[in-house]
């Protein structure tokens, strides 16, 4: 590779300085605006990616490399991760830390990078896309189990089963900043939502929120407390009160300052607490919160007495076998049975692969078609535990095109709803409620999935139990 030399050089310069577009995923072109070196550098690893001596790997392939609370993988082929930046430190609410995700808007997938560097936020802007260069770095955890995962520079001396930061010397050679700072666009969660493993490290908006009536008058931080604070924050979701924390830095420039009193917006990074037990919303700036409206008030449940299912597994046993619901295994011999559940002294449905002997487990359980046309609003409910999820996913989908045939289950179009389901650090011996789930949006006749995905390890794999599926409506 050469570097112009002639005066097109610096009209070149010019002009990337003033370019706001972001770089397409296959243009690998680079502005040089980022001064002789570290263009060369980057050049250097996009080159490499363009004739496949790289791997470009995405945040979310990366990610299942690495099952949360095992010990930390070593990454010892050439592969590449491309993100952009989502934190800030410029307020102290971060700590050598900073998070990205794959896509500026809309993201799928987002992670912690761990970097021995103050004030990152001069290097590693908002917004900014840069490439990491994994060979000889680690995925893990900082605190193992706490379910955010990270890269980092080397084993913690005294626990190798964590990770420490990336130190400035690695920097050099594994962080690579691009020329393109792009416009970060919030992904709209509910607070419902907001605890899928996906969303952890991305950025997102959240509406119809305020702070717990009982923290009137209090600051972000409790000024007892030395590191962290979680204060309660909660939304209207159709018929109930949905909760989660935000956490703040004790550290944070804005730690003393008075919490809002109203209602409104916030734009966050969602992360986990120290210990992993809650999922929690971290701010990068004051300015990101918008609450000077007055406070929601959610439906009331009179109101919807139009019950279109409700199914609470008493009449099961074996394989579900329900008139018009589907058992369907779509890798591996496992399917969805019923059991009798000794801390509720009722029955449910669970799923498990655990040591199945099974290379891949995915498995369905798919209610009947329920008509959303004769009626004007829609809720849906249910309630999950785990023993033991480990590395297996259970998610909540809903379809408008499935025709009900077996045949065509994975060719239908099935989107993800924003349910809260239990997770490893939710307590085994109780249900997780799922938050009310808005299904106005949908019309025709449509189906509800329970999709059951292990992770490939059969000693690893979990096993989830559901219960009290309802659909009400107006």
């Known amino acids: 590779m050469k570097i112009k030399t002639n005066s097109g050089f610096l009209i070149a310069l010019v002009t990337s300085l003033l370019l706001t577009a972001c770089v397409e995923d296959n243009d690998y072109t680079v502005p040089q605006n980022l001064g002789v070196e570290e263009n060369l550098k980057l050049e250097a690893i996009l080159d490499s990616i363009q004739n496949n001596q790289l791997e470009l790997k995405s945040i979310k392939d990366l990610k299942n490399l690495y099952n949360s609370g095992t010990d930390p993988v070593k990454i010892v082929s050439d592969i590449v991760v491309k993100g952009y930046v989502v934190s800030s430190d410029a307020k102290g609410n971060y700590f050598r830390e900073f998070y990205i995700q794959d896509n500026p808007e809309n993201p799928t997938a987002g992670i912690k990078v761990m970097l021995n560097l103050t004030n990152s936020y001069n290097k590693f802007n908002f917004g900014r896309e840069i490439y990491i260069r994994l060979k000889n770095l680690y995925i893990g955890e900082t605190n193992s189990g706490d379910g955010v995962l990270a890269i980092g520079g080397k084993l913690k001396q005294t626990d190798i089963t964590e990770i420490e930061s990336i130190t400035k010397n690695q920097m050099e050679a594994y962080v690579f900043r691009a020329p393109t700072t792009a416009t970060i666009i919030p992904k709209t969660l509910t607070l419902g939502g907001l605890e899928n493993v996906a969303n952890i490290g991305t950025f997102v908006h959240i509406e119809n929120a305020y702070f717990s009536s009982n923290l009137v008058g209090k600051a972000f931080v409790d000024p007892s407390e030395d590191f962290d604070t979680k204060r309660q924050i909660e939304t209207c979701e159709g018929p109930s009160i949905v909760t989660t924390f935000l956490e ?30 809650f999922t929690v919303l971290v701010l990068n700036t004051l300015d990101d919160l918008d609450m000077k409206n007055t406070r929601c008030t959610p439906l009331a449940i009179a109101d919807f007495s139009t019950i279109l299912l409700n199914e609470d597994f008493e009449g099961t046993s074996g394989e579900i076998n329900i008139l018009d619901w589907t058992n369907y295994s779509e890798a591996g011999s496992k399917k969805w049975r019923a059991y009798d559940d000794l801390n509720s002294l009722s029955k449910a449905t669970r799923m498990g692969s655990f040591r199945s002997g099974d290379e891949s487990t995915i498995s369905w359980l798919i209610t009947k078609g329920i008509n959303l046309e004769i009626t004007g609003e829609e809720y849906l409910s249910f309630e999950t535990s785990t023993s033991f999820a480990d590395g297996s996913v259970l998610e ?59 992770n490939g390890n059969e000693d690893f794999d979990g096993t989830y139990e559901l219960d009290n599926i309802t659909i009400i409506a107006k």
């Open 396 to 454: 909540v989908l809903i379809s408008e095109n499935w025709n009900g045939k077996l045949v065509n289950i994975t060719n239908a179009n099935w989107v993800t709803l924003p349910a809260r389901i239990a997770a490893n650090n939710d307590d085994f011996n109780n249900f997780k409620f799922s938050t009310f789930i808005n299904l106005s949006s949908y019309s025709g006749t449509a189906y509800i999935a329970f999709k059951y995905v292990g």
């Open 248 to 277: 703040t830095s004790s550290f944070a420039s804005f730690a003393n300052n008075g919490l809002p009193e109203g209602g409104g917006s916030i734009n966050a990074v969602v992360s986990r607490d120290f210990r992993g037990d």
